[in-house]
């Protein structure tokens, strides 16, 4: 489990394919503390697990399923990544619930300046949108921010000077693919509310409250 502040920004040092799987060694300081084999580090989003590891850098496996529904298939020696490791059971709730399972991506179609706050516009498919909600929370990146604006095609978000410098949204383009998380809340919200028994009678009914004990 993540809460979106990432911890440092780092760095590709090689990306290895093997048929429809890589393999992604990256450089890193702040992330490598306490961290052992088989942790979890949220790689822009994506929530990867330790294979190996150095004094400055550690190594993960990318499976098929992953490169498919993410950018990290996209990633070259030298690309900046977002980093953050799995939350501790002290640590401060500083963000939202991250999972770290990228339910798609999203393209980057505008960013404009607006004072010291910058604003990114991301165009996203509408399975991605019916979850979101204007002021409710979206993981660009793996990043927790709020959504300011949303249409049918599209939301923005508007950033600080302080989010900028310290995750890679300052280093990306107009055009530029992202990795999307939904607020994890909705798809439980709405899972719940459509029992797969229900499904063809109509969904949401005072009998269906009923019968699972809402009434």
Known sequence: MFTGIIEEVGSVISVTRNGTSSNIRIRASKVLEGTSLGDSIAVNGVCLTVTAMGSDWFQADVMNETLSRSSLGSLRSGSPVDLERAMAADGRFGGHIVSGHIDGTGTISDIRNDGIAVWYTVSAPSQILRYIVEKGSIAIDGISL??????????????????????????RKTGDTVNLENDIIGKYVEKLMKPAEDARSGGVSLDMLARNGFI
Not at 149 to 171: G, M
């Open 146 to 171: 709020t959504v300011a604006k949303l249409t049918d095609r599209d939301f923005s978000v508007s950033i600080i000077p302080h989010t900028a410098a310290c995750t890679v949204l300052s280093q």
